[in-house]
Each structure stands twice: as structure tokens, then as C-alpha cells.
């Protein structure tokens, strides 16, 4: 089969060919039809990812076929399209995960091959209304946006969200998620096409936190938010703590703009503010993602697709950070 293998760090992504995989038991093989890009991987092409273990076969998000199941799987698995659950062991506590989680893609082999062997209970059915490049792009980003804002935030209809960096693959299913569940969304980008963009999806307004003072511009507009999702950190994350709502909850689950700065400790204990830190998902979170993307119909937005052999391409266009929703690569046909 085909491969993308990333020999040790700093390495360029090669395709190769490797032995197809085969199932043990409680194990399946995907024929993998699309799979797409998180930063994890370019994090682990550089090395700076907490698991080390080179050479690798890098992506956690694919959808495909099931073409094999090992001893002790129903056989009715054969021949369904589905969506890998890239996580395994969590552990028992549902508040955080194990010291033994992995996430598909390293140390395991992952979706940048042709086929890839799962855990059988790690398998979701497709939801019909989705491609096989839009159910690719569902794993990681959807799960973290899941899990962030309505597992830990509990985000319910009616309240208002702030989802920073509009543009990105988490923050988009924020956005589409939160929307579908009936909140008022509002959104921050760095460009005011995405912002356009965002509100397309329905999001009801934004603004460019390049502009001076953006977040007293923003709470002079709409007052404070019950809600906020971010994934950058740095000094944005003092305007959430300001924009909050008394009772409010910031959920964050990534810091692409470094340490976060000063904030008054008074504005957290006198408005009663949660924060909540937060990274993938369990298996339920997973399973009640799919479940709400199923019953509400949502669409991931898919910036663009790749030939599986242009990889390295793909993760250089995800480093320039241009896009707009999630980049996937078609695998197999």
C-alpha cells in the first residue's frame, strides 16, 4: 500500500510502500478514502509534540471503508464507510485523560496510508449527508470543539459565544456547532474575509482583534458574553476574562500566541468565572459529536484537498495559516 512516512525530525513527508496491515483480535482495517491535517502533525514534524517516536506514519482524522475485521468483531462492520475515533485509552476519568492516551498517528500508525488498523470499537458509521473529505475533516477538530465547548462550558440556546480565530478547524466547528444548538455567535479573526465568512455560516458578528482596543469596541457592542472558546491564548486571553459575563466560562483548548498575560484576579472570583482547559475528547464525546452532527446536519467546511503525495505541500499551506476550515487529503479512491 501506499504510505506518507516521516523518517525523524525536520524530515520531509515521502511517500513510500509498505505492507498492508492486517486485523488482530478487536481490531479492523480502513481503507482510508480521505484523511486530513491537524497541527499535530506539523508540531511532530519538527519535533516539538510530546510523543517522540520516529519514523511514523503521521494522521489522526480519516473516513474510508472497513474492508477487514479481526476475532470477536460483529461482521456487519464490513464494507461500511465510517469515521475513525482517533483516541484510545483515555482512562476512567472522564475530567481528564490518562497517562496512556494516544491519539492515531503516533505511536500507531495513522490515516496517511491507504489502510490503517483500529480498534473496531473506535468506528463510527458515516452520517450519509457527508463526503467522504468532509467526514475526514470531523475527528480531532470536531471532537476538541465538542468536548470544549458543551462538555466543560456547557454552553446551552440562547447564550452568547465568542469563538476566537475564526478560520481555523476547531474554532469553525465551534462556530457551526454552537450555531446549530441555537446560541448567538460571535467571532475574532485576524482578517475580516473570514469574519465575513464566519457570519455566512451564522455567526451574527465579529470583529479584527488587529484593531486597536478591539475588545472595548466589542463589549460597547454586545455587552459581555456567557461563553467564550479560544485556542490562542497570549493577551487576547485577558479581553475574554474582561468580556465575560458574571458567571461566565472560557473554554481553551490550544495557545498559538504564546503565555497569556496579566489579568486581575479580582475580574475571575467577582464574576465567578470558570475556566476550563480542555484537548480532544473521550469516546462519548466523540460518539455524542457524531451524534449532533448526524441530527443537525452540519457540514464541515473543507478549505481544500490534496493528492495524498503532495503532503508536504499541504503542511506548508497549513503553516502559512490561510486557510479557511479544515485542508484534507484524498487518499484512495
Given at each position: 500500500?501506499?504510505?506518507?512516512?516521516?523518517?525523524?525530525?525536520?524530515?520531509?513527508?515521502?511517500l513510500?510502500?509498505k505492507?498492508?496491515?492486517?486485523?488482530?483480535?478487536?481490531?479492523?482495517?480502513?481503507?482510508?478514502?480521505?484523511?486530513?491535517l491537524n497541527h499535530?502533525?506539523?508540531?511532530?514534524q519538527?519535533?516539538?509534540?510530546f510523543?517522540?517516536?520516529?519514523p511514523?506514519?503521521?494522521g489522526?482524522?480519516?473516513?474510508?471503508?472497513v474492508t477487514?475485521?479481526?476475532?470477536?468483531?460483529d461482521q456487519?462492520?464490513?464494507?461500511?464507510?465510517v469515521?475513525?475515533?482517533?483516541?484510545?485509552?483515555?482512562g476512567?476519568n472522564?475530567?481528564?485523560?490518562?497517562n496512556?492516551?494516544k491519539?492515531?498517528?503516533?505511536?500507531q500508525?495513522?490515516?496517511?496510508a491507504?489502510?490503517?488498523?483500529v480498534?473496531?470499537?473506535?468506528?463510527?458509521?458515516?452520517?450519509?449527508h457527508?463526503s467522504?473529505?468532509?467526514?475526514?475533516?470531523?475527528?480531532?477538530?470536531?471532537?476538541?470543539?465538542?468536548?470544549t465547548?458543551?462538555?466543560?462550558?456547557?454552553?446551552?440556546a440562547?447564550?452568547r459565544?465568542?469563538?476566537?480565530?475564526?478560520?481555523?478547524?476547531?474554532?469553525?466547528?465551534?462556530v457551526?456547532f454552537?450555531?446549530?444548538?441555537?446560541a448567538?455567535?460571535?467571532?475574532?479573526?485576524?482578517?475580516?474575509?473570514?469574519i465575513?465568512k464566519?457570519?455566512?455560516l451564522?455567526?451574527?458578528?465579529g470583529?479584527?482583534?488587529?484593531?486597536?482596543n478591539?475588545g472595548?469596541?466589542l463589549?460597547a457592542?454586545?455587552?459581555?458574553?456567557?461563553v467564550?472558546?479560544?485556542?490562542?491564548?497570549?493577551e487576547?486571553?485577558?479581553q475574554?476574562v474582561?468580556?465575560?459575563?458574571?458567571?461566565?466560562?472560557?473554554?481553551?483548548?490550544?495557545?498559538?500566541?504564546?503565555?497569556?498575560?496579566?489579568?486581575?484576579?479580582?475580574?475571575?472570583f467577582?464574576?465567578?468565572?470558570?475556566i476550563?482547559g480542555?484537548?480532544?475528547g473521550?469516546?462519548?464525546?466523540?460518539?455524542?459529536?457524531?451524534?449532533?452532527?448526524e441530527?443537525?446536519?452540519?457540514?464541515?467546511?473543507?478549505?481544500?484537498v490534496?493528492?495524498?503525495?503532495?503532503?508536504e505541500?499541504?503542511?506548508?499551506?497549513?503553516?502559512?495559516?490561510k486557510?479557511?476550515g479544515?485542508?484534507?487529503?484524498?487518499?484512495s479512491?
Amino acid at each position: 500500500m501506499k504510505a506518507i512516512y516521516l523518517e525523524a525530525v525536520n524530515s520531509p513527508f515521502v511517500l513510500i510502500e509498505k505492507d498492508k496491515p492486517t486485523a488482530g483480535p478487536g481490531e479492523a482495517i480502513v481503507q482510508v478514502k480521505a484523511a486530513a491535517l491537524n497541527h499535530r502533525d506539523v508540531w511532530i514534524q519538527y519535533g516539538r509534540y510530546f510523543t517522540k517516536d520516529y519514523p511514523a506514519i503521521l494522521g489522526s482524522d480519516g473516513a474510508g471503508v472497513v474492508t477487514e475485521v479481526g476475532e470477536g468483531v460483529d461482521q456487519s462492520w464490513l464494507e461500511q464507510e465510517v469515521v475513525i475515533d482517533p483516541s484510545t485509552d483515555w482512562g476512567d476519568n472522564p475530567h481528564a485523560h490518562s497517562n496512556a492516551y494516544k491519539v492515531l498517528g503516533m505511536p500507531q500508525d495513522g490515516t496517511f496510508a491507504e489502510y490503517v488498523k483500529v480498534l473496531a470499537s473506535n468506528l463510527h458509521r458515516k452520517p450519509a449527508h457527508l463526503s467522504f473529505e468532509e467526514a475526514a475533516a470531523l475527528p480531532l477538530a470536531g471532537v476538541t470543539a465538542y468536548r470544549t465547548m458543551f462538555t466543560k462550558c456547557g454552553l446551552k440556546a440562547g447564550e452568547r459565544v465568542l469563538i476566537t480565530g475564526a478560520g481555523g478547524g476547531v474554532a469553525l466547528f465551534a462556530v457551526q456547532f454552537a450555531v446549530a444548538a441555537g446560541a448567538e455567535v460571535w467571532v475574532t479573526s485576524g482578517s475580516d474575509d473570514k469574519i465575513e465568512k464566519a457570519k455566512a455560516l451564522g455567526a451574527t458578528g465579529g470583529i479584527n482583534y488587529k484593531q486597536e482596543n478591539w475588545g472595548k469596541t466589542l463589549k460597547a457592542l454586545v455587552g459581555g458574553f456567557d461563553v467564550s472558546i479560544d485556542g490562542a491564548a497570549g493577551e487576547g486571553f485577558v479581553q475574554l476574562v474582561k468580556l465575560a459575563k458574571p458567571g461566565g466560562r472560557i473554554g481553551i483548548y490550544g495557545g498559538t500566541t504564546g503565555m497569556i498575560g496579566q489579568i486581575n484576579p479580582a475580574e475571575l472570583f467577582w464574576k465567578q468565572l470558570a475556566i476550563h482547559g480542555s484537548t480532544m475528547g473521550t469516546n462519548q464525546d466523540f460518539a455524542d459529536m457524531m451524534a449532533f452532527v448526524e441530527k443537525t446536519q452540519v457540514k464541515p467546511v473543507v478549505d481544500i484537498v490534496f493528492p495524498l503525495a503532495e503532503i508536504e505541500q499541504a503542511m506548508r499551506y497549513m503553516e502559512a495559516g490561510k486557510q479557511f476550515g479544515k485542508i484534507v487529503v484524498k487518499v484512495s479512491q
